[in-house]
């Protein structure tokens, strides 16, 4: 059965672009750098800030990247982002992924990163960034997998945390461990010719803990999440004190390691 639409579990608070604003082409696109070529023509589709757009098109310097979001008011930092690095081939658009306003065959590279995740029918989403891709382009796609997250030291209240986060994110529509359904979904998408491969984001320096937990700490207690967890009758105002209290406590722990695995996949459109 097709799910409902899913509204962006995160929202855009602060705590949640600190992340987003920290994502780079090497760091969350590196299974897609080797198919980019000067004059490509790409698709970045849930593009938020714009961080991994500006290095996308500083990676075609002939070619052009489309950078689409479903929410409006995101293109305007986005689009300030591409200004800062002086990248002046992206053009910005809202756009919906599971009905894509562009001709078929309208890109060489369609590409999206911790989207499919947050959207109620991903095979839909596939099957149209299938469409909007050239022959012999590239659908290339990445999620993270909120199961297979793991860290130490074992602090308990971060194990009710990604509990509390999955309810809340399937309540919403989408499906929080998407990286290993990934390549499912594309098949069932009807693409073929599938490379699925796996990378992780690791979180252990100080500076890193530090960042990390205090996101964390700070999207629990103000976010689209921490609102829809309150909302929906997940969890009570005390029980995101005590994970806020918790990410807190981990992100002290000088043995502390965060790992955020990711599914990845390069989808070739014959």
């Given at each position: 059965?097709?799910?409902?639409?899913?509204v962006y579990t995160h929202g855009h608070h602060e705590a949640v672009l600190?992340?987003?604003?920290?994502?780079?082409?090497?760091?969350?696109?590196?299974?897609?750098?080797?198919e980019l070529r000067p004059g490509a023509d790409v698709l970045d589709i849930?593009?938020?800030?714009?961080?991994?757009?500006?290095?996308?098109?500083?990676?075609?310097?002939?070619?052009?990247?489309?950078?689409?979001?479903?929410?409006?008011?995101?293109?305007?930092?986005?689009?300030?982002?591409?200004?800062?690095?002086?990248?002046?081939?992206?053009?910005?658009?809202?756009?919906?992924v599971q009905a894509l306003d562009f001709p078929d065959g309208s890109f060489?590279?369609?590409?999206?990163?911790?989207?499919?995740?947050?959207?109620?029918?991903?095979?839909?989403?596939?099957?149209?960034?299938?469409?909007?891709?050239?022959?012999?382009?590239?659908?290339?796609?990445?999620?993270?997998?909120?199961?297979?997250?793991?860290?130490?030291?074992?602090?308990?209240?971060?194990?009710?945390?990604?509990?509390?986060?999955?309810?809340?994110?399937?309540?919403?529509?989408?499906?929080?461990?998407?990286?290993?359904?990934?390549?499912?979904?594309?098949?069932?998408?009807?693409?073929?010719?599938?490379?699925?491969?796996?990378?992780?984001?690791?979180?252990?320096?100080?500076?890193?803990?530090?960042?990390?937990?205090?996101?964390?700490?700070?999207?629990?207690?103000?976010?689209?999440?921490?609102?829809?967890?309150?909302?929906?009758?997940?969890?009570?105002?005390?029980?995101?004190?005590?994970?806020?209290?918790?990410?807190?406590?981990?992100?002290?722990?000088?043995?502390?390691?965060?790992?955020?695995?990711?599914?990845?996949?390069?989808?070739?459109?014959?």
């Open positions: 059965m097709t799910r409902k639409p899913a600190r992340s987003h604003r920290w994502r780079t082409a090497g760091n969350s696109a590196a299974h897609l750098l080797p849930g593009c938020g800030p714009g961080t991994i757009t500006a290095d996308l098109a500083s990676l075609v310097p002939e070619g052009t990247v489309t950078a689409v979001d479903a929410v409006a008011g995101i293109l305007a930092e986005a689009r300030e982002a591409a200004a800062a690095r002086g990248v002046h081939n992206v053009r910005f658009a809202v756009a919906d060489d590279v369609v590409h999206a990163h911790q989207v499919l995740q947050h959207v109620g029918d991903p095979v839909g989403a596939l099957r149209e960034m299938r469409r909007v891709c050239r022959p012999g382009g590239v659908v290339a796609v990445r999620d993270s997998d909120y199961g297979a997250f793991t860290w130490f030291p074992e602090v308990p209240a971060l194990d009710t945390w990604r509990d509390l986060y999955r309810r809340v994110a399937r309540a919403n529509g989408g499906e929080p461990d998407a990286g290993r359904r990934l390549r499912s979904w594309a098949r069932a998408a009807g693409f073929t010719d599938i490379t699925a491969t796996a990378s992780a984001w690791c979180f252990t320096t100080p500076d890193e803990r530090a960042w990390w937990s205090e996101l964390w700490a700070d999207r629990t207690k103000a976010s689209t999440y921490a609102a829809l967890a309150l909302e929906g009758g997940h969890a009570r105002p005390d029980d995101l004190d005590g994970i806020a209290a918790a990410w807190r406590l981990w992100g002290q722990e000088d043995d502390g390691w965060f790992m955020v695995p990711h599914g990845e996949l390069l989808c070739r459109v014959p």
